[in-house]
């Protein structure tokens, strides 16, 4: 039934359906009660496929020189910021690139960057991306790029290289290392560059004491047959260290019966 309403509202109150016995108590009007101060609170814009892209992007370009291409590639993946200039801004990736001399790859490079930039485009968690690609493995083999690190194939780099962007911008984190690993991890590497030099100063004696020695000394072995050389090219591995299964990284060295990783500290016996 409907209330016909003759006077003045001069306050509201609302009452629950369970409690309509209870005396409603009048609220001040809204022109007598002091106005509370306006809480300043910034909209979180989530990455979503209808934001427009903005006319200008902030981009990273990354080089890829790999065995298997004739020509350098260059990557370059660029972000949108969300929420600029506020507590929640953050840069999420919105398309990527790839350019090159060689054209032996077009169409797969085009079809997937086009992929993959509509991926980020659609927001959410895009960081599997990264495992996804890393798992690819050419059947021609792979290959070491520099530093040592073992790449199964170019996509596993091109993924290599959309986790070193992420990490740039927060969206991925590199899992911490224990104090007490770090410190392992030093002290092997410790080791092994003292028993590398106590090796070269005996391929030195070695060399001065006749022709056999010489010959030992410019093959950089003493009689143990181990390398001498600590440092790789460009890296600071020894040259004879192995592929660490755990880091994909040349880094593994025999000590006292042990195989030990440089890298990550990964340990194998026996």
């Not at 003045?8 to 009007?29: E, F, M």
């Not at 209808?50 to 291409?69: A, D, F, H, N």
């Not at 997937?112 to 021609?140: C, H, W």
């Not at 091109?158 to 070193?164: D, H, K, S, T, Y």
Request: charged share 25%; aromatic share 6%; net charge negative.
């Amino acid at each position: 039934m409907a209330v016909r309403i003759q006077k003045k509202i001069t306050g509201y109150s609302v009452v629950a359906a369970d409690s309509a016995d209870a005396t409603p108590q009048a609220r001040p009007d809204a022109g007598d009660a002091r106005e509370a101060p306006a809480r300043s609170s910034a909209e979180v814009i989530q990455m979503h496929e209808r934001i427009e892209r903005p006319e200008v992007l902030i981009g990273s370009t990354y080089k890829i020189k790999s065995p298997l291409v004739e020509h350098a590639m260059y990557v370059t993946i660029n972000d949108i910021v969300l929420t600029a200039g506020t507590e929640h801004e953050s840069r999420r990736p919105f398309e990527i690139f790839i350019n090159s001399k060689s054209m032996d790859h077009f169409q797969w490079i085009v079809a997937l960057t086009r992929i993959m930039s509509a991926v980020f485009r659609k927001g959410g968690d895009v960081t599997f991306l990264v495992e996804e690609m890393k798992a690819v493995f050419d059947p021609r083999g792979g290959y070491f790029k520099a530093g040592g690190v073992y790449m199964p194939s170019l996509v596993a780099e091109l993924g290599a290289i959309v986790e070193e962007h992420l990490k740039s911008i927060g969206m991925l984190h590199d899992p911490e290392m224990s104090p007490e690993q770090r410190a392992l991890i030093e002290e092997k590497r410790r080791l092994y560059e003292a028993r590398s030099k106590k090796n070269a100063d005996a391929a030195v004696a070695a060399a001065e004491a006749g022709p056999v020695g010489a010959l030992l000394a410019d093959q950089g072995r003493d009689g143990s047959g181990e390398d001498v050389a600590v440092t790789g090219e460009g890296t600071s591995f020894p040259p004879s260290a192995t592929m660490c299964h755990k880091c994909s990284t040349k880094a593994v060295v025999v000590m006292d019966g042990c195989a030990t990783c440089l890298n990550c500290g990964y340990s194998k016996c026996g």
